[in-house]
């Protein structure tokens, strides 16, 4: 599947992918798993998830030279035009998700699901944009 022909799909796939993975593999013991590996690499796959769904709405990387990657700032100033409700969603986000597991794989359950439920917010707002 193409990103361009579906990104909300591949956006859920990340997701699905993020939530497979701490299911199967991060393991858990009372309320911390306890693979860091997996958290970090759900953590980024749940961050990738939420970028894809949010470059079909704000379409950031049309405003950047060739050759040029799109960072927080870019997203952050894109958003703030939008929806400011969603600005705190995002740097939320991109805090907990890029940040906190995908950097330091924090394994702590309730960061954990609270990072996983706000890039949904993320994905399922894009979603409703997208479909517009």
């Known amino acids: 599947m193409k990103i361009k022909d579906n990104p909300i799909g591949e956006a859920e796939r990340y997701m699905q992918n993020a939530r497979q993975m701490l299911s199967e593999k991060a393991g858990k013991d ?3 798993y306890t693979d860091k590996k997996y958290i970090k690499l759900a953590g980024h796959a749940a961050w990738c998830g939420v970028l894809v769904a949010l470059d079909s709405v704000l379409k950031v990387n ?4 060739k050759g040029q990657r799109a960072d927080i700032k870019d997203y ?3 958003m703030d035009k939008i929806d400011k409700k969603m600005l ?11 940040k906190v597991l995908g950097y330091d794989g924090n394994l702590n359950y309730k960061v954990v699901q609270a990072g996983l439920g706000e ?3 993320l994905i399922n707002w894009a ?6």
């Open 127 to 132: 979603e409703k944009r997208y479909a517009n």
């Open 76 to 78: 952050q100033q894109a």
């Open 88 to 98: 705190r969603a995002l740097l939320n986000s991109y805090e907990t998700l890029h």
């Open 30 to 32: 009372g309320d911390y």
């Open 62 to 65: 049309e405003n950047l030279k």
């Open 119 to 121: 890039a949904q917010e």
